[in-house]
C-alpha cells in the first residue's frame, strides 16, 4: 500500500524569529492606552481616583465607543442631578457604561496589586448597585443610574456611614442581561487585582429590575459575594437558585402595597431561604409601595449593615455556625483560642462564648471574623 507523501514548507530560524517580533509588537500595540485583562498583575490600574470626568452636552459629540475587552475613559451628559458629579468617574467597558465612586479616603492611585487575595484587611470593600427601569439610559446617558443612590452614598460618605466603592452601571434597556451581568463580573474580579477591593466586603443591591439582576448576578457567582439586597423584585424562578445562594445572606425589601412583587410572593422566597439554611432578613415597608428605595436610602440601618458585613463573620443556623465553603482551609476561635481540630466550613455550638474564623484562599490567611458571633446557649 503506497503511502501518501506531505510536503511541509521549510522554516528558517530567523523567518521565526521574525514572526514572533510582529506578534509581540502587535500584542503590544492593541494594548497601548487599554486595561488589557491579563493574569500579570504588574500592569498598573485603568482605574484612577485622579481621572477626571468629561461632560458633553449632547451624545453628537461623545466619541467612538472604544473596542470590546478594555476598560477606557468615557464621558457623560449632566441633567442637573443635585449631586457632585465630579465624584463619581464615567468609564466604559465592553460597551457597558458605568460610574466609580472611590472611597473618601482612597489614597493608593497607580496600585500593583501584588497580593490580589490577600485577605479582609488589605482593601476597600465594593457595593455594586443596579438601577431599575426608570433610570435606563444611553451609554452617554449615564447619570441616570446615579438619579436616586448618587447623592444619597455621597451624603452617608459625610455622615462617616459608607467608605466604600459604588459601581453603579449603566443599562440602556433598563433590564440587566447576562451579558451585562458577565461584565460586571469581569469588572469586580478586575478591581480585586488592580484596585485593592476586599474579597471580602462585595455587596450588591438593584431595586425592581435591578433587584432581579442583582439576584441574578449572585446567583451566577454567589462566593463572589458578602450580601444581596434585593428591593421590590421576586420571582418564582428565584426558589432554583437558593440551595446554590445558601451561604450569602440576603435582605429582602418589601413594599407593603406593591403588587408586583406581593408581599405574599417575597414572603415564600424568605421561607425557603430559611428552610434551605440560608440567612435572610426581611423587611416589610409599610405605607410604601413600589419605591422601596427611598426610604431604604434614608435609613441608616442600611448603611451600617453595608458597612459591617464581611464573608469572614459567621452565622449561625440552628446549633450550628457557618460561613462560605469555597476556601481552601479554616481555623475556628472560641473566645480568643483556636478550636482544635475544627477546620470546616461549619462547626457545631458546643459552648457560649464569641465565635470567629479564618481562611486561607489562594494560600494566604485571612484575619479573624471583624464581627464575631456571640452564642449565649
Avoid at 475613559?73 to 467597558?93: C, E, F, M, P, T
Avoid at 469588572?187 to 442583582?214: C, F, Q, W
Wanted: charged share 20%; aromatic share 10%; with cysteine.
Amino acid at each position: 500500500m503506497m503511502k501518501r507523501l506531505v510536503f511541509y514548507p521549510r522554516i528558517k530560524l530567523p523567518q521565526v524569529q521574525f514572526i514572533l517580533h510582529v506578534l509581540v509588537m502587535l500584542l503590544l500595540f492593541s494594548c497601548k492606552n487599554t486595561a488589557c485583562f491579563s493574569q500579570d498583575t504588574t500592569i498598573v490600574s485603568a482605574l484612577s481616583s485622579l481621572d477626571t470626568l468629561t461632560i458633553i452636552d449632547s451624545a453628537s459629540l461623545a466619541p467612538t465607543i472604544p473596542a470590546y475587552g478594555s476598560i477606557e475613559d468615557w464621558v457623560a451628559i449632566h441633567h442637573g442631578i443635585d449631586l457632585n458629579v465630579q465624584r463619581y468617574k464615567s468609564y466604559i467597558y465592553s460597551g457597558l457604561a458605568f460610574r466609580l465612586l472611590y472611597p473618601q479616603n482612597y489614597q493608593n492611585d497607580n496600585i500593583v496589586a501584588a497580593e490580589p487575595h490577600a485577605g479582609a484587611t488589605k482593601g476597600y470593600p465594593l457595593v455594586i448597585f443596579l438601577h431599575g427601569m426608570g433610570e435606563k439610559g444611553k451609554v452617554t446617558e449615564n447619570e441616570a443610574c446615579l438619579r436616586y443612590v448618587g447623592k444619597a452614598f455621597l451624603d452617608a460618605e459625610e455622615k462617616k456611614q459608607f467608605n466604600s466603592y459604588a459601581l453603579i452601571p449603566q443599562s440602556e434597556s433598563g433590564f440587566w442581561t447576562y451579558d451585562n451581568l458577565s461584565k460586571i463580573i469581569t469588572l469586580t474580579k478586575y478591581m480585586i487585582e488592580k484596585n485593592h477591593v476586599d474579597p471580602m466586603r462585595i455587596s450588591v443591591m438593584g431595586i425592581s429590575s435591578g433587584a432581579d439582576g442583582a439576584w441574578r448576578l449572585s446567583a451566577l457567582q454567589p462566593s463572589l459575594f458578602c450580601l444581596l439586597i434585593d428591593l421590590s423584585a421576586a420571582d418564582l424562578s428565584y426558589l432554583n437558585d437558593i440551595p446554590k445562594m445558601k451561604y450569602l445572606p440576603v435582605w429582602i425589601v418589601q413594599g407593603a402595597y406593591d403588587r408586583k412583587p406581593s408581599p405574599a410572593l417575597s414572603q415564600k422566597i424568605v421561607n425557603s431561604i430559611n428552610s434551605s439554611g440560608g440567612t435572610v432578613r426581611y423587611t416589610l415597608l409599610k405605607n410604601t409601595g413600589h419605591n422601596t428605595l427611598v426610604p431604604m436610602l434614608g435609613n441608616p440601618a442600611l448603611f451600617d449593615y453595608l458597612s459591617s458585613v464581611n464573608k469572614l463573620n459567621p452565622v449561625r443556623h440552628g446549633n450550628y455556625l457557618k460561613i462560605d465553603s469555597v476556601y481552601d482551609d479554616y481555623r475556628w476561635y472560641l473566645n480568643g483560642k483556636i478550636i482544635k481540630d475544627e477546620n470546616k466550613y461549619s462547626i457545631a455550638v458546643s459552648r457560649p462564648g464569641s465565635y470567629a474564623v479564618q481562611v486561607k484562599d489562594h494560600g494566604i490567611w485571612s484575619g479573624l471574623s471583624p464581627v464575631p458571633i456571640d452564642v449565649r446557649k
